[in-house]
Protein backbone atom coordinates (compact mmCIF):
# COMPACT_ATOMS: atom_id res chain seq x y z
CA UNK A 1 0.00 0.00 0.00
CA UNK A 2 2.60 2.13 0.67
CA UNK A 3 6.54 1.91 0.03
CA UNK A 4 8.85 4.63 0.76
CA UNK A 5 12.15 3.90 -0.54
CA UNK A 6 15.53 4.83 -0.02
CA UNK A 7 14.58 8.24 0.87
CA UNK A 8 17.15 11.59 1.86
CA UNK A 9 15.32 14.09 3.74
CA UNK A 10 17.24 17.68 4.35
CA UNK A 11 16.87 20.62 6.63
CA UNK A 12 19.02 23.41 4.81
CA UNK A 13 22.49 21.46 4.54
CA UNK A 14 21.71 19.15 7.84
CA UNK A 15 20.30 15.38 6.80
CA UNK A 16 17.86 14.14 8.95
CA UNK A 17 17.22 11.24 7.54
CA UNK A 18 19.56 8.95 5.87
CA UNK A 19 18.15 6.30 2.99
CA UNK A 20 15.33 5.36 4.51
CA UNK A 21 12.66 3.08 3.42
CA UNK A 22 9.93 0.90 4.51
CA UNK A 23 6.89 -1.14 3.59
CA UNK A 24 2.95 -0.86 5.21
CA UNK A 25 0.25 -3.03 3.79
CA UNK A 26 -3.40 -2.69 4.07
CA UNK A 27 -4.76 -2.48 7.27
CA UNK A 28 -1.34 -2.64 9.04
CA UNK A 29 -0.38 -0.84 12.38
CA UNK A 30 3.42 0.34 11.93
CA UNK A 31 4.98 1.56 14.62
CA UNK A 32 7.86 4.27 14.64
CA UNK A 33 10.18 3.88 18.14
CA UNK A 34 13.37 5.92 18.50
CA UNK A 35 14.73 8.49 20.82
CA UNK A 36 14.29 12.40 20.35
CA UNK A 37 15.61 13.65 17.29
CA UNK A 38 15.64 10.17 15.84
CA UNK A 39 13.61 11.54 12.51
CA UNK A 40 10.26 10.15 13.37
CA UNK A 41 8.49 13.20 13.15
CA UNK A 42 10.01 13.99 9.51
CA UNK A 43 9.65 10.76 8.18
CA UNK A 44 5.73 11.45 8.86
CA UNK A 45 5.68 14.59 7.83
CA UNK A 46 7.65 13.86 4.47
CA UNK A 47 4.64 11.08 3.59
CA UNK A 48 2.27 13.56 3.61
CA UNK A 49 4.63 16.16 2.01
CA UNK A 50 4.62 18.54 4.83
CA UNK A 51 8.69 18.20 3.87
CA UNK A 52 10.19 17.18 0.76
CA UNK A 53 12.92 14.54 0.05
CA UNK A 54 15.82 14.87 -1.68
CA UNK A 55 16.52 11.60 -2.73
CA UNK A 56 14.31 8.36 -3.03
CA UNK A 57 10.54 7.67 -3.63
CA UNK A 58 7.35 7.65 -1.74
CA UNK A 59 4.29 5.72 -3.65
CA UNK A 60 1.17 5.30 -1.99
CA UNK A 61 -1.15 2.37 -4.00
CA UNK A 62 1.67 2.31 -6.47
CA UNK A 63 1.00 5.76 -7.60
CA UNK A 64 3.98 8.42 -6.91
CA UNK A 65 3.24 11.28 -4.14
CA UNK A 66 6.10 13.00 -3.91
CA UNK A 67 4.63 15.71 -5.46
CA UNK A 68 1.60 15.89 -4.48
CA UNK A 69 0.68 18.59 -2.12
CA UNK A 70 -0.60 17.77 1.71
CA UNK A 71 -4.35 18.68 0.82
CA UNK A 72 -4.24 16.10 -2.08
CA UNK A 73 -2.87 13.45 0.16
CA UNK A 74 -5.52 14.17 2.39
CA UNK A 75 -8.11 13.88 -0.13
CA UNK A 76 -6.80 10.90 -1.35
CA UNK A 77 -6.89 9.54 2.07
CA UNK A 78 -3.68 9.98 3.56
CA UNK A 79 -3.90 12.18 7.25
CA UNK A 80 -1.53 13.47 9.23
CA UNK A 81 -2.20 13.95 12.97
CA UNK A 82 0.49 15.96 14.36
CA UNK A 83 2.27 15.55 17.64
CA UNK A 84 1.10 19.33 19.42
CA UNK A 85 -2.51 18.30 19.75
CA UNK A 86 -3.44 21.17 18.13
CA UNK A 87 -7.52 21.59 17.29
CA UNK A 88 -9.16 24.69 15.71
CA UNK A 89 -9.31 25.72 19.18
CA UNK A 90 -11.28 29.31 18.12
CA UNK A 91 -14.09 26.84 16.70
CA UNK A 92 -16.29 24.58 18.67
CA UNK A 93 -15.72 20.58 18.41
CA UNK A 94 -19.12 20.49 16.17
CA UNK A 95 -17.49 23.05 14.10
CA UNK A 96 -14.14 21.00 14.48
CA UNK A 97 -16.26 18.44 12.80
CA UNK A 98 -18.10 20.22 10.67
CA UNK A 99 -14.87 21.16 8.89
CA UNK A 100 -14.07 18.04 8.47
CA UNK A 101 -17.12 16.66 7.04
CA UNK A 102 -16.93 19.45 4.50
CA UNK A 103 -13.41 18.47 3.62
CA UNK A 104 -14.45 15.19 3.02
CA UNK A 105 -18.01 15.76 1.35
CA UNK A 106 -20.01 13.69 4.40
CA UNK A 107 -22.83 15.13 5.88
CA UNK A 108 -22.44 16.38 8.69
CA UNK A 109 -25.52 14.60 10.91
CA UNK A 110 -23.00 11.28 9.46
CA UNK A 111 -20.05 12.81 10.89
CA UNK A 112 -21.47 13.67 14.56
CA UNK A 113 -23.25 10.44 15.13
CA UNK A 114 -19.75 9.04 14.35
CA UNK A 115 -17.83 10.79 16.30
CA UNK A 116 -20.46 10.13 19.09
CA UNK A 117 -20.26 6.74 18.19
CA UNK A 118 -16.25 6.72 18.69
CA UNK A 119 -16.60 8.61 21.88
CA UNK A 120 -20.02 9.51 23.19
CA UNK A 121 -18.26 11.93 25.77
CA UNK A 122 -18.06 14.47 23.07
CA UNK A 123 -21.84 14.74 23.12
CA UNK A 124 -21.88 17.61 26.11
CA UNK A 125 -18.80 18.88 24.50
CA UNK A 126 -20.48 19.36 20.88
CA UNK A 127 -20.69 23.33 21.50
CA UNK A 128 -17.86 23.71 23.56
CA UNK A 129 -14.62 25.38 22.11
CA UNK A 130 -12.38 23.16 21.01
CA UNK A 131 -9.83 25.01 23.21
CA UNK A 132 -11.10 24.02 25.94
CA UNK A 133 -11.18 20.17 25.86
CA UNK A 134 -8.29 18.24 27.44
CA UNK A 135 -5.31 17.23 26.30
CA UNK A 136 -6.86 13.98 26.23
CA UNK A 137 -10.26 14.87 24.14
CA UNK A 138 -7.88 16.80 22.20
CA UNK A 139 -6.17 13.89 20.90
CA UNK A 140 -9.50 11.94 20.09
CA UNK A 141 -11.18 14.85 18.19
CA UNK A 142 -7.95 15.32 16.13
CA UNK A 143 -8.13 11.73 15.48
CA UNK A 144 -12.02 11.42 14.79
CA UNK A 145 -11.35 14.07 12.47
CA UNK A 146 -8.91 12.46 10.56
CA UNK A 147 -11.57 9.67 10.07
CA UNK A 148 -13.91 11.44 8.43
CA UNK A 149 -14.58 10.18 4.94
CA UNK A 150 -13.02 6.97 5.38
CA UNK A 151 -9.11 7.51 5.21
CA UNK A 152 -7.06 5.30 4.19
CA UNK A 153 -3.59 5.65 5.62
CA UNK A 154 -3.07 7.53 9.37
CA UNK A 155 -0.12 9.38 10.22
CA UNK A 156 0.05 9.74 13.97
CA UNK A 157 2.39 11.56 15.53
CA UNK A 158 3.16 10.44 19.17
CA UNK A 159 -0.92 10.17 19.86
CA UNK A 160 -0.38 9.07 24.24
CA UNK A 161 2.43 12.12 24.44
CA UNK A 162 1.72 14.30 27.41
CA UNK A 163 -1.45 12.19 28.62
CA UNK A 164 -2.76 10.81 31.93
CA UNK A 165 -2.43 6.97 32.41
CA UNK A 166 -6.07 7.21 32.53
CA UNK A 167 -6.39 9.21 29.38
CA UNK A 168 -4.37 6.55 27.53
CA UNK A 169 -6.95 4.01 27.87
CA UNK A 170 -9.34 5.99 25.74
CA UNK A 171 -6.91 6.62 22.87
CA UNK A 172 -6.00 3.08 23.44
CA UNK A 173 -9.23 1.73 23.08
CA UNK A 174 -9.58 4.21 19.65
CA UNK A 175 -6.90 3.06 18.34
CA UNK A 176 -7.90 -0.28 19.05
CA UNK A 177 -11.35 0.13 17.44
CA UNK A 178 -9.37 1.45 14.38
CA UNK A 179 -7.42 -1.91 13.86
CA UNK A 180 -7.73 -3.53 10.79
CA UNK A 181 -10.19 -0.51 9.16
CA UNK A 182 -7.44 1.70 8.43
CA UNK A 183 -4.00 1.33 7.90
CA UNK A 184 -1.25 3.82 10.23
CA UNK A 185 2.13 4.53 10.90
CA UNK A 186 2.05 5.82 14.68
CA UNK A 187 5.40 7.32 16.28
CA UNK A 188 4.85 6.56 19.84
CA UNK A 189 6.85 5.88 22.78
CA UNK A 190 4.66 4.21 25.19
CA UNK A 191 6.18 0.32 24.69
CA UNK A 192 3.37 -0.90 25.76
CA UNK A 193 0.74 0.42 23.95
CA UNK A 194 3.25 -0.45 20.94
CA UNK A 195 3.65 -4.06 21.95
CA UNK A 196 -0.01 -4.69 22.14
CA UNK A 197 -1.16 -3.21 18.30
CA UNK A 198 1.76 -3.03 16.29
CA UNK A 199 1.76 -5.35 13.11
CA UNK A 200 5.75 -4.20 12.38
CA UNK A 201 8.18 -1.67 14.67
CA UNK A 202 10.70 0.48 12.85
CA UNK A 203 13.29 1.92 14.85
CA UNK A 204 14.62 5.03 14.29
CA UNK A 205 18.46 6.22 14.97
CA UNK A 206 19.74 9.51 14.20
CA UNK A 207 18.14 9.30 10.91
CA UNK A 208 18.99 5.98 9.89
CA UNK A 209 16.48 2.90 10.22
CA UNK A 210 18.20 0.83 12.82
CA UNK A 211 15.59 -2.38 12.44
CA UNK A 212 12.57 -2.97 11.27
CA UNK A 213 10.35 -6.34 13.26
CA UNK A 214 7.84 -7.16 11.29
CA UNK A 215 6.90 -10.75 13.48
CA UNK A 216 3.65 -9.58 15.28
CA UNK A 217 5.02 -11.85 18.50
CA UNK A 218 8.51 -10.05 18.22
CA UNK A 219 6.99 -6.59 17.86
CA UNK A 220 5.05 -7.73 21.68
CA UNK A 221 8.53 -8.11 23.38
CA UNK A 222 8.85 -4.82 25.02
CA UNK A 223 12.28 -5.65 26.23
CA UNK A 224 13.44 -5.59 22.60
CA UNK A 225 12.24 -2.24 21.56
CA UNK A 226 13.40 -0.89 24.96
CA UNK A 227 16.94 -0.82 23.66
CA UNK A 228 15.89 1.68 20.95
CA UNK A 229 14.55 4.08 23.40
CA UNK B 1 -13.00 66.38 25.03
CA UNK B 2 -16.25 65.51 23.75
CA UNK B 3 -14.55 66.24 20.30
CA UNK B 4 -11.51 64.78 20.42
CA UNK B 5 -13.11 61.32 21.59
CA UNK B 6 -15.19 61.36 18.27
CA UNK B 7 -12.40 62.47 15.91
CA UNK B 8 -10.73 59.66 18.03
CA UNK B 9 -13.95 57.36 17.10
CA UNK B 10 -13.45 58.12 13.13
CA UNK B 11 -9.61 57.44 13.22
CA UNK B 12 -10.22 54.23 15.02
CA UNK B 13 -13.26 53.62 12.61
CA UNK B 14 -10.66 54.18 9.51
CA UNK B 15 -7.69 52.30 11.15
CA UNK B 16 -9.78 49.05 11.38
CA UNK B 17 -11.11 49.21 7.85
CA UNK B 18 -8.32 49.25 6.72
CA UNK B 19 -6.16 47.22 9.22
CA UNK B 20 -8.39 43.99 9.19
CA UNK B 21 -6.84 43.07 6.08
CA UNK B 22 -3.42 43.33 6.83
CA UNK B 23 -4.25 41.34 9.98
CA UNK B 24 -6.13 38.24 8.84
CA UNK B 25 -3.29 38.28 6.15
CA UNK B 26 -0.71 38.46 8.63
CA UNK B 27 -2.89 35.78 10.86
CA UNK B 28 -3.58 33.22 8.27
CA UNK B 29 -0.72 33.51 5.66
CA UNK B 30 2.13 34.83 7.73
CA UNK B 31 2.57 37.44 5.43
CA UNK B 32 3.13 41.08 6.26
CA UNK B 33 1.81 42.66 3.15
CA UNK B 34 2.84 46.00 2.17
CA UNK B 35 1.15 46.24 -0.64
CA UNK B 36 -2.05 46.83 1.39
CA UNK B 37 -0.63 50.16 1.22
CA UNK B 38 -0.69 50.23 -2.55
CA UNK B 39 -4.72 49.13 -2.34
CA UNK B 40 -5.37 51.90 -0.38
CA UNK B 41 -3.76 54.33 -1.99
CA UNK B 42 -4.77 53.59 -5.57
CA UNK B 43 -8.29 53.15 -4.75
CA UNK B 44 -8.28 56.66 -3.67
CA UNK B 45 -7.01 58.24 -6.32
CA UNK B 46 -9.29 55.97 -8.65
CA UNK B 47 -11.76 57.32 -7.00
CA UNK B 48 -11.04 60.39 -7.73
CA UNK B 49 -10.57 60.08 -11.43
CA UNK B 50 -14.30 58.31 -11.16
CA UNK B 51 -16.33 60.37 -8.71
CA UNK B 52 -16.22 63.75 -11.80
CA UNK B 53 -18.11 60.93 -14.82
CA UNK B 54 -20.96 59.59 -11.82
CA UNK B 55 -21.20 62.80 -10.33
CA UNK B 56 -22.37 60.44 -6.81
CA UNK B 57 -19.86 59.74 -4.25
CA UNK B 58 -21.01 55.84 -2.97
CA UNK B 59 -21.80 55.14 -7.07
CA UNK B 60 -18.10 56.26 -7.26
CA UNK B 61 -16.83 54.38 -4.66
CA UNK B 62 -18.28 51.03 -5.64
CA UNK B 63 -16.57 51.31 -9.31
CA UNK B 64 -13.57 52.11 -7.67
CA UNK B 65 -13.59 49.17 -5.55
CA UNK B 66 -15.01 47.07 -8.31
CA UNK B 67 -12.22 48.41 -10.08
CA UNK B 68 -9.15 47.83 -7.49
CA UNK B 69 -10.37 43.99 -7.09
CA UNK B 70 -8.54 42.68 -10.17
CA UNK B 71 -4.94 44.53 -8.85
CA UNK B 72 -5.36 43.04 -5.35
CA UNK B 73 -5.94 39.22 -6.91
CA UNK B 74 -3.03 40.01 -9.00
CA UNK B 75 -1.56 40.97 -6.63
CA UNK B 76 -2.36 37.47 -4.15
CA UNK B 77 -2.13 35.38 -7.08
CA UNK B 78 1.95 36.46 -8.48
CA UNK B 79 3.41 38.03 -5.67
CA UNK B 80 2.10 36.97 -2.05
CA UNK B 81 0.95 33.05 -3.00
CA UNK B 82 4.22 32.17 -4.35
CA UNK B 83 5.94 33.10 -1.05
CA UNK B 84 3.45 31.37 1.06
CA UNK B 85 5.25 28.93 3.31
CA UNK B 86 8.72 31.20 2.87
CA UNK B 87 10.33 33.09 5.25
CA UNK B 88 8.39 36.25 6.26
CA UNK B 89 11.00 38.24 5.10
CA UNK B 90 10.51 37.30 1.39
CA UNK B 91 6.68 38.64 0.79
CA UNK B 92 7.72 41.50 3.43
CA UNK B 93 10.18 42.57 0.65
CA UNK B 94 8.36 42.06 -2.10
CA UNK B 95 5.12 43.68 -0.89
CA UNK B 96 7.34 46.62 -0.04
CA UNK B 97 8.29 46.32 -3.87
CA UNK B 98 4.78 46.80 -4.95
CA UNK B 99 4.10 49.93 -2.77
CA UNK B 100 7.33 51.66 -4.07
CA UNK B 101 6.13 50.68 -7.22
CA UNK B 102 2.92 51.58 -7.22
CA UNK B 103 3.87 55.09 -5.34
CA UNK B 104 5.62 55.82 -8.26
CA UNK B 105 2.70 54.62 -10.86
CA UNK B 106 0.38 57.42 -8.35
CA UNK B 107 3.40 59.98 -8.73
CA UNK B 108 3.61 59.58 -12.79
CA UNK B 109 -0.09 59.71 -13.19
CA UNK B 110 -1.34 62.24 -11.02
CA UNK B 111 1.41 64.15 -9.70
CA UNK B 112 2.94 64.76 -6.36
CA UNK B 113 0.78 67.55 -5.13
CA UNK B 114 -1.79 66.66 -2.33
CA UNK B 115 -5.03 66.46 -3.80
CA UNK B 116 -8.47 67.07 -2.09
CA UNK B 117 -11.81 65.90 -2.28
CA UNK B 118 -14.67 67.41 -0.53
CA UNK B 119 -17.00 66.17 2.03
CA UNK B 120 -19.93 64.42 0.58
CA UNK B 121 -22.56 65.80 3.39
CA UNK B 122 -21.81 68.85 5.16
CA UNK B 123 -24.76 68.23 8.09
CA UNK B 124 -23.55 68.52 11.49
CA UNK B 125 -24.92 67.19 14.30
CA UNK B 126 -25.45 68.28 18.11
CA UNK B 127 -23.67 65.55 20.10
CA UNK B 128 -23.39 66.59 24.02
CA UNK B 129 -23.12 70.15 22.98
CA UNK B 130 -20.57 70.10 19.94
CA UNK B 131 -21.37 69.95 16.39
CA UNK B 132 -20.39 66.82 15.38
CA UNK B 133 -20.06 65.90 11.50
CA UNK B 134 -22.92 63.45 10.15
CA UNK B 135 -20.19 62.27 7.57
CA UNK B 136 -17.68 61.27 10.13
CA UNK B 137 -20.61 59.14 12.19
CA UNK B 138 -21.44 57.58 9.20
CA UNK B 139 -17.40 56.32 8.88
CA UNK B 140 -18.01 55.08 12.58
CA UNK B 141 -21.29 53.22 12.29
CA UNK B 142 -20.10 51.56 8.84
CA UNK B 143 -16.64 50.08 10.70
CA UNK B 144 -18.98 48.79 13.29
CA UNK B 145 -21.11 47.36 10.25
CA UNK B 146 -18.34 45.62 9.31
CA UNK B 147 -17.16 44.57 12.26
CA UNK B 148 -20.30 42.59 12.80
CA UNK B 149 -20.32 41.79 8.79
CA UNK B 150 -17.09 40.03 9.44
CA UNK B 151 -17.91 38.54 12.53
CA UNK B 152 -21.37 36.88 10.64
CA UNK B 153 -18.71 35.82 8.05
CA UNK B 154 -16.32 33.90 10.33
CA UNK B 155 -19.07 32.20 12.61
CA UNK B 156 -21.41 31.15 10.09
CA UNK B 157 -19.66 30.78 6.69
CA UNK B 158 -17.58 27.72 5.83
CA UNK B 159 -15.32 30.13 4.09
CA UNK B 160 -15.06 31.69 7.59
CA UNK B 161 -14.84 28.95 9.38
CA UNK B 162 -11.78 28.35 7.33
CA UNK B 163 -9.95 30.99 8.13
CA UNK B 164 -10.68 31.07 11.54
CA UNK B 165 -9.09 27.49 11.54
CA UNK B 166 -6.11 28.05 9.88
CA UNK B 167 -5.34 31.09 12.15
CA UNK B 168 -5.25 28.43 15.01
CA UNK B 169 -3.58 25.56 13.02
CA UNK B 170 -2.85 25.75 8.94
CA UNK B 171 -1.30 22.95 8.57
CA UNK B 172 -4.50 21.21 10.55
CA UNK B 173 -6.93 23.02 7.52
CA UNK B 174 -4.57 21.31 4.97
CA UNK B 175 -4.44 18.12 6.58
CA UNK B 176 -7.96 17.37 6.29
CA UNK B 177 -7.93 17.85 2.57
CA UNK B 178 -9.10 21.79 2.83
CA UNK B 179 -6.98 23.99 0.05
CA UNK B 180 -6.90 26.67 2.54
CA UNK B 181 -4.93 28.93 -0.30
CA UNK B 182 -8.26 29.39 -2.13
CA UNK B 183 -9.65 30.61 0.99
CA UNK B 184 -7.01 32.98 1.81
CA UNK B 185 -7.38 34.41 -2.11
CA UNK B 186 -11.01 35.02 -1.03
CA UNK B 187 -10.14 36.64 2.48
CA UNK B 188 -7.35 39.23 0.73
CA UNK B 189 -9.65 40.46 -1.86
CA UNK B 190 -12.39 41.41 1.71
CA UNK B 191 -9.47 42.69 3.00
CA UNK B 192 -8.42 44.23 0.22
CA UNK B 193 -12.04 45.86 -0.50
CA UNK B 194 -12.26 46.94 2.76
CA UNK B 195 -8.49 49.09 2.55
CA UNK B 196 -10.15 50.69 -0.29
CA UNK B 197 -13.35 51.62 1.14
CA UNK B 198 -11.37 52.82 4.42
CA UNK B 199 -9.25 54.64 1.96
CA UNK B 200 -11.80 56.26 0.06
CA UNK B 201 -14.55 57.70 2.88
CA UNK B 202 -10.87 58.91 4.84
CA UNK B 203 -9.81 61.01 1.68
CA UNK B 204 -12.67 63.96 1.97
CA UNK B 205 -10.99 64.52 5.81
CA UNK B 206 -7.34 64.24 4.92
CA UNK B 207 -6.26 64.89 1.75
CA UNK B 208 -4.82 62.44 -1.18
CA UNK B 209 -0.90 62.06 -1.53
CA UNK B 210 1.08 59.17 -3.76
CA UNK B 211 3.07 57.96 -0.01
CA UNK B 212 -0.52 58.07 1.85
CA UNK B 213 -0.12 54.19 1.51
CA UNK B 214 3.23 54.19 3.37
CA UNK B 215 1.82 55.79 6.64
CA UNK B 216 -1.05 53.72 6.56
CA UNK B 217 0.41 50.12 5.89
CA UNK B 218 2.36 51.18 8.89
CA UNK B 219 -0.13 51.87 11.43
CA UNK B 220 -2.26 49.36 9.98
CA UNK B 221 0.86 46.90 11.24
CA UNK B 222 0.71 48.66 14.29
CA UNK B 223 -2.97 47.65 14.61
CA UNK B 224 -2.18 44.27 13.91
CA UNK B 225 0.49 43.66 16.41
CA UNK B 226 -1.21 45.57 19.46
CA UNK B 227 -4.64 43.36 18.85
CA UNK B 228 -2.55 40.47 18.45
CA UNK B 229 -1.12 38.57 15.44
CA UNK B 230 -4.62 37.32 14.09
CA UNK B 231 -7.07 37.73 16.95
CA UNK B 232 -9.82 39.64 14.60
CA UNK B 233 -11.24 41.13 17.34
CA UNK B 234 -8.79 42.26 18.96
CA UNK B 235 -8.15 44.31 15.95
CA UNK B 236 -10.94 46.43 15.83
CA UNK B 237 -10.94 47.23 19.91
CA UNK B 238 -6.82 48.11 18.80
CA UNK B 239 -7.89 50.47 15.95
CA UNK B 240 -10.70 52.23 18.07
CA UNK B 241 -7.58 52.05 20.86
CA UNK B 242 -5.06 53.66 18.75
CA UNK B 243 -7.59 56.00 17.18
CA UNK B 244 -8.32 57.34 20.66
CA UNK B 245 -4.33 57.35 21.38
CA UNK B 246 -3.98 59.38 18.09
CA UNK B 247 -6.98 62.21 18.88
CA UNK B 248 -5.66 62.38 23.01
CA UNK B 249 -2.25 62.94 21.68
CA UNK B 250 -3.17 65.30 18.92
CA UNK B 251 -4.66 67.78 21.82
CA UNK B 252 -1.50 67.82 24.07
CA UNK B 253 1.13 67.68 20.96
CA UNK B 254 -0.13 67.02 17.37
CA UNK B 255 2.66 66.49 15.87
CA UNK B 256 3.65 63.42 18.16
CA UNK B 257 0.02 61.93 17.82
CA UNK B 258 0.58 59.03 15.38
CA UNK B 259 4.19 58.12 16.40
CA UNK B 260 2.26 57.72 20.09
CA UNK B 261 0.87 54.42 17.81
CA UNK B 262 4.36 53.14 17.42
CA UNK B 263 5.35 53.89 20.96
CA UNK B 264 2.20 51.79 22.14
CA UNK B 265 3.01 49.02 19.99
CA UNK B 266 6.76 49.06 21.23
CA UNK B 267 4.98 49.11 25.31
CA UNK B 268 2.98 46.25 23.93
CA UNK B 269 5.80 44.08 22.45
CA UNK B 270 7.65 44.20 25.65
CA UNK B 271 5.46 43.50 27.75
CA UNK B 272 3.88 40.35 25.77
CA UNK B 273 7.58 39.67 25.96
CA UNK B 274 7.81 40.14 29.46
CA UNK B 275 4.88 38.01 29.88
CA UNK B 276 6.11 35.19 27.52
CA UNK B 277 8.90 35.30 29.50
CA UNK B 278 7.80 34.73 32.46
Known amino acids: MLSVDSVDVF ?9 ISLELKQGEFAFMVGRNGAGKTT ?6 SLLSCKNGSITFENKDIQKL ?19 FSGLTVKENLQLASFAAKVSLTE ?15 LNQKAGMLSGGQKEILL ?4 LIGKPKLLLIDEPTEGLASIVIKDVFRLLKMMKGEVSAIIVEQNLKLVSQLADRVYTLREGHMVKEISNTKECAIMEELEAYL | MIESIMFGLTIGAILYLVSIGFAITFGTMRIINFAHGSIYALSVYLFMMVLPYVQNFVLALVISVVLIIPL ?9 RPLYGDAVHYALVATY ?17 PKLISVPTKVTLQIFDVDFPLYRLIIIIVAIAVFFALNLFFRKTIAGKVIVAALDDSTGVRCLGIDQYRYFSLVFIIGS ?6 GIIYSPIVSAEPYMGFKFVLLAFAVTIVGGMGNLTGAFYSAFGLGMVIAMTARVWPRLSEMMVFVVMAAVLLIRKEKDFS
Not at chain 1, 43 to 48: A, G, W
Not at chain 2, 97 to 112: E, M, N, P, Q, S
Not at chain 2, 193 to 198: H, N, Q
Open chain 1, 143 to 146: IVRA
Open chain 1, 43 to 48: LLKTIC
Open chain 1, 111 to 125: TIDMALEIYPEFKDL
Open chain 1, 69 to 87: RTELLAQQGIRYIAQDKKV
Open chain 2, 193 to 198: VLAAVG
Open chain 2, 72 to 80: SYLIERYII
Open chain 2, 97 to 113: GVLFATTDLIKWIWGTN
Open chain 1, 11 to 19: YGHAQALHN
